[in-house]
């Protein structure tokens, strides 16, 4: 097991277990990417979630709602203290 400071971070051991699924070609071709993300309700916020768990290291976010209780079925981050909050 490799261990590492607090305040380390390393990309290739955090990402490694992606090697055979991803070859470390497209691994590295992830890692420098940026993706674009219109709206973080139900569907855009799981869609970061995954990316960010693949390898993506850059998104540019955009959504103009805010948490309404008729999110709560759909968005991980909403909840009482979340209402009418931007998403």
């Keep these: ?4 400071k ?5 990309y290739h051991l955090a990402f490694s277990r992606n090697l ?11 890692s420098s990417k940026k993706v674009a993300i219109a709206g973080m309700g139900g569907v855009g916020g799981q869609y970061a979630e995954v990316l960010a768990r693949l390898g993506i290291q850059k998104f540019h976010i955009s959504d103009f709602d805010e ?10 981050a909403s909840g009482m203290k979340t209402l009418f909050c931007n998403q």
């Design 6 to 10: 607090n305040s380390e971070f390393n």
């Design 67 to 76: 948490f309404e209780v008729q999110n709560f079925n759909r968005q991980n």
């Design 20 to 30: 055979g699924w991803l070859s470390e070609a497209e691994q590295s071709l992830l």
């Design 1 to 4: 097991m490799t261990q590492l």
